[in-house]
């Protein structure tokens, strides 16, 4: 499957974005899904997941009650609203298609991978 990140740019802090995973080439449906995140200087981390429905949800501490991971399988979509958003947000976002069974914050349960998508957060 190929995904496509999108969505990111620069806004200020206590501000809202929303990223957008578009998947092609295979169904999407069969896959869970997954956000990370790369700072400068800093190991890509774990966002957010979720499964191939939508029903389960994960996040990682620092996210959640600010963010909220979604998806829409008739449009091949995975999203990431992201609200208040705050400087240490500041990262590349990658959004990854795998099986969460494996466990959902490893990147080793994550096949395919977006190309990633800037978020910058001002102060």
């Known amino acids: 499957v190929q995904l496509q990140a999108s969505g990111g740019g620069l806004v200020q802090a206590g501000g809202s974005l929303r990223l957008s995973c578009a998947a092609s080439?295979?169904?999407?449906?069969?896959?869970?899904m997954g956000w990370f995140r790369q700072a400068p200087g800093k190991e890509r981390e774990f966002v957010a997941a979720a499964n191939w429905s939508g029903n389960g949800r994960y996040y990682t501490d620092s996210v959640k009650d600010r963010f909220t991971i979604s998806r829409d399988n008739a449009k091949n979509t995975l999203y990431l609203q992201m609200n208040n958003l705050r400087p240490e947000d500041t990262a590349v976002y990658y959004c990854?298609?795998?099986?969460?069974?494996?466990?959902?914050?490893?990147?080793?349960?994550?096949?395919?991978w977006g190309q990633g998508t800037l978020v910058t957060v001002s102060s």
């Open positions: 990854a298609a795998g099986s969460i069974r494996l466990g959902y914050q490893s990147e080793a349960s994550y096949i395919y």
């Open positions: 080439g295979r169904t999407f449906s069969a896959y869970d």
